[in-house]
C-alpha cells in the first residue's frame, strides 16, 4: 500500500504559521559545504546540576574520534548570530571514510551564561539553524540572556550535505499527486511515482543515505557537545527533536545535562503505529477545529461537527475527480494532495484556524488559491514553486532507515479498515509505508533500549490536542525514559513551551535555569 507514511513532525511550522500572523524573522545563513567526495552533494522539586563548559569536555572519545571531538569551532558573525561548521563522519563505523560539514548557528548568551543549549525542531528534515535564529519564538528571554542557543542542520538536511532526490517541479508532482489511490491504475501511477523518488534518492547520496538515521544524528550532538565544550549536553528537542534527544539518552546517558522533549515521539512505534496515532491526531484536532469554526458563526463546514467533518471529505473527494484553479502560484490547480496538506498544516496551530476558515470559504467558491498558500507553509515552498529546504525529502530518508517497511501480516484493506474506523477524514490517508517500500538501503545502527537508565531527569511535555504527536506517545516515553518526568498540557495544537501557558513555560524555565525539576505528573 502505497499511500503516506505519517505526517512532517515539527515545530518549524509553527514558526512559519508566527510569521503569517506575526512576522518572523528572516532565516539567511551560509551555507556549509560537504567535505565528502560524494555524501549526498558532496512530588517536590529536585535539583539537576548542569556542568559548567569544560575544555576537557572531548575527553573519552570513541576510538577513531579523538581528532573530531578534540575540534575546534571557528564561529563567524553572521545573519542572525554566529555560525561555523562542525566535521564528522559519514559512517563512524569507518571515521576515516571521509567527512561531511554540519552547519551550526549559535545565538550567544546575552547575560550571565550558563552554558550552550542546543536545539531542534523536529521533521525530520527540518533546519536547526534556522530554528536557533528564531530564538525568540522557541526560547523564554530569561533562556536567552542565559545560553548559548545552539542550532545545527543534521546530516542530510538543509545546509549540511543535504540529499536531494528530486527537482523542485518534481516535488510539486509528489505533493500534489493523489494520496488515496482508489483503484489499480491509480495504486500503479502512486507506486511508480514513490519508487522513482527512492531510486533517485539512491542515485543522489550513494554514500550518505544509509547513514542518516537518528542513531548517527544523536552521535553528531555528541560531537558537537565536546566541541562546545560542555561536559554534559542541555537539549530543548520539538517533536522529532524529541526522538533525537531519547536517542541521545540512550546513547550516553551519563552526558544527559538538563533536556526537555516537547510533543514527544514514542521511540518504539513503527511506521504504521506512527501514522495510525497522528490519523487519530488529526481527526480530533480537526473536530476541535469545526467547533471552533461553528462556535465563531458563518462557518463554511456548516452547523454542526460531524457534517463538518463530512464536508471536509466530500471535499476531498471532489478534488480527487475535479481540481479546482489556482492563481499566482506556478502549480495551477488544487489536487486533493495540495488541499490535504493546505488543511492539516492549520491543525498545528490554533492561531491559523481562521486562515483555513477563509481558505475553505473561498476554496467552495473555486478558488484554491488560500488553501495552496497553507500547503506551501507545510511544505516550505513559495509561490514561485522553490522550496526553501529538503524538508520533504530528507523526512524519507531519515524515517526509512528508523522505521523500515515492515512485511504486514494483514492485507491492505484490513489496515486501511482499521485506519478509517480511527480516522474517517484522514485515516485513508496514512494508511501506508510511503516511499519506504522502495527505500534501496538500510541502518546501520538499531537501538532496543530507549530507557537511558543512569540519565538525569528528561522533562517529557505532551499536548492533550497534539495532532503530529499525540499525547498518549509523552505518556509512553515518559514511562519508557527511567528518568521521564511528564508535564501535560490541556489544549490544542502541537507542543507546548512557548505556546501555551504559563504553567508549562515556568516550569521548563525553572529546570533549564535552576535546576528544578517539575513534579512528576504536572498538569497545567
Request: glycine share 12%; aromatic share 8%; hydrophobic share 35%.
Amino acid at each position: 500500500m502505497t499511500r503516506r507514511a505519517g505526517l512532517a513532525t515539527l515545530t518549524a511550522v509553527g514558526v512559519l504559521l508566527a510569521s503569517c500572523t506575526g512576522g518572523a524573522p528572516d532565516t539567511e545563513t551560509p551555507d556549509a559545504q560537504a567535505s565528502a567526495q560524494d555524501p549526498g552533494s558532496t512530588g517536590d522539586p529536585q535539583e539537576s546540576s548542569s556542568a559548567a563548559p569544560s575544555t576537557q569536555a572531548g575527553a573519552g572519545a570513541p576510538g577513531g574520534l579523538e581528532e573530531l571531538y578534540g575540534q575546534q569551532i571557528d564561529w563567524s558573525d553572521c545573519t542572525g548570530g554566529e555560525c561555523a561548521t562542525l566535521r564528522v563522519p559519514i559512517d563512524y563505523a569507518d571515521p576515516a571514510g571521509g567527512t561531511i560539514d554540519l552547519a551550526l548557528l549559535r545565538v550567544p548568551a546575552e547575560g550571565d551564561r550558563i552554558g550552550s543549549l542546543v536545539v531542534n525542531p523536529g521533521g525530520p528534515g527540518a533546519s536547526g539553524v534556522d530554528y536557533a535564529e528564531a530564538v525568540g519564538f522557541i526560547v523564554s528571554p530569561e533562556v536567552a540572556e542565559a545560553y548559548d542557543v545552539v542550532g545545527f542542520d543534521p546530516r542530510g538536511v538543509a545546509r549540511s550535505a543535504p540529499i536531494e532526490c528530486f527537482s523542485d517541479a518534481e516535488m510539486d508532482e509528489l505533493l500534489g499527486s493523489d494520496p488515496s489511490p482508489d483503484d489499480d491504475a491509480e495504486e500503479a501511477e502512486s507506486e511508480e511515482l514513490l519508487e522513482d523518488f527512492a531510486d533517485a534518492c539512491g542515485q543522489a547520496a550513494p554514500d550518505l543515505l544509509g547513514h542518516v538515521s537518528t542513531v548517527e544524528v544523536a552521535k553528531d550532538m555528541d560531537v558537537l557537545r565536546a566541541a562546545l565544550g560542555e561536559d554534559q549536553l542541555d537539549y530543548l528537542g520539538a517533536s522529532y527533536g524529541t526522538y533525537i534527544g531519547t536517542t541521545y539518552a540512550a546513547l550516553f546517558p551519563d552526558r544527559v545535562g538538563r533536556f526537555v522533549l516537547d510533543g514527544a515521539l514514542d521511540p518504539t512505534l513503527s511506521n504504521l503505529e506512527i501514522g495510525l496515532g497522528q490519523a487519530g491526531g488529526f481527526e480530533q484536532a480537526t473536530r476541535s477545529y469545526v467547533q471552533s469554526c461553528i462556535e465563531e458563526g458563518n462557518c463554511p463546514l456548516g452547523d454542526d461537527v460531524d457534517a463538518g467533518m463530512q464536508r471536509l471529505t466530500d471535499f476531498l473527494d471532489e478534488l480527487d475527480a475535479d481540481p479546482i484553479s489556482v492563481s499566482g502560484d506556478t502549480v495551477t490547480e488544487l489536487t486533493e494532495g495540495w488541499a490535504l496538506l493546505g488543511i492539516v498544516v492549520a491543525m498545528y496551530d490554533q492561531s491559523a484556524w481562521p486562515i483555513l476558515t477563509e481558505a475553505l470559504e473561498r476554496a467552495f467558491d473555486g478558488d484554491g488559491s488560500s488553501l495552496m498558500f497553507l500547503a506551501n507553509i507545510y511544505a516550505d515552498r513559495s509561490a514561485e514553486g522553490d522550496y526553501s529546504g529538503n524538508g520533504n525529502q530528507a523526512i524519507y530518508a531519515v524515517n526509512c532507515l528508523d522505521r523500515p517497511a515492515m512485511e504486514q501480516e494483514r492485507t491492505d484493506e484490513e489496515v486501511q479498515e482499521e485506519f478509517e474506523e480511527v480516522a474517517p477524514t484522514f485515516g485513508r490517508y496514512l494508511a501506508g509505508e510511503g516511499a519506504c517500500e522502495y527505500w534501496p538501503v538500510e541502518a546501520s545502527q538499531t537501538i532496543e533500549d530507549y530507557s537511558a537508565a543512569g540519565a538525569a531527569p528528561i522533562v517529557v511535555i505532551g499536548t492533550t490536542g497534539d495532532p503530529a504527536t499525540p499525547y498518549e506517545w509523552a505518556e509512553q516515553l515518559a514511562d519508557i525514559l527511567d528518568s521521564g518526568v511528564l508535564i501535560s498540557y490541556e489544549g490544542e495544537g502541537h507542543t507546548a513551551y512557548g505556546r501555551s501557558n504559563g504553567c508549562v513555560d515556568d516550569a521548563v524555565d525553572a529546570y533549564l535555569l535552576e535546576g528544578t525539576v517539575p513534579e512528576d505528573g504536572l498538569s497545567c
